[in-house]
């Protein structure tokens, strides 16, 4: 799981969103408002935008995001996690203490985690320059 997350607002537009994405290297940002998460807006979002032929410097975010997204509380294992996710579609996963966002798993997070759990594997990958 990711602590450092990035946040912007429904009001920001996609073009905003896309450069604080790409300048972080991250495929989804929380979108925030007031301190409460109310959407997510994810790499698949921008796609569809763009592919929608959408200004994304007037276009906001709260018209592309996804509203609503399902969280799940830091106790939950990476299995569970993982699980959710290969159900639902899903490449990152708010994690949530109460009310309060504290952070984010993604399909990266789950791989390395199952990469750690076969230590013999990690060898294979620096073999090959990955």
């Known amino acids: ?4 997350l990035l946040t912007i607002a429904p009001e920001d537009t996609l073009g905003e969103a896309a450069e604080k994405m790409a300048g972080r290297s991250v495929g989804a940002a929380l979108v925030m408002d007031a301190g ?6 994810t790499e698949r979002d921008l796609l569809a935008a763009v592919a929608g032929k ?3 410097n007037e276009a906001p975010v ?4 996804t509203e609503k997204p399902l969280t799940v509380p830091e106790a939950t294992s990476i299995k569970r996690a ?3 996710m ?14 309060r966002t504290i952070g984010i ?13 076969y230590p013999e594997y990690e060898n294979d990958a620096e073999d090959d320059g990955e």
């Open 105 to 117: 798993v993604s399909l990266r997070d789950v791989v390395r985690s199952a990469v750690r759990a």
């Open 36 to 41: 409460r998460l109310v959407g997510i807006l």
């Open 82 to 84: 993982a699980s959710i």
């Open 1 to 4: 799981m990711s602590r450092d």
């Open 54 to 56: 959408v200004q994304t």
């Open 62 to 65: 709260r018209d592309w995001m």
């Open 86 to 99: 290969v159900t639902h579609g899903f490449r990152h996963l708010p994690i949530v203490d109460g009310e």
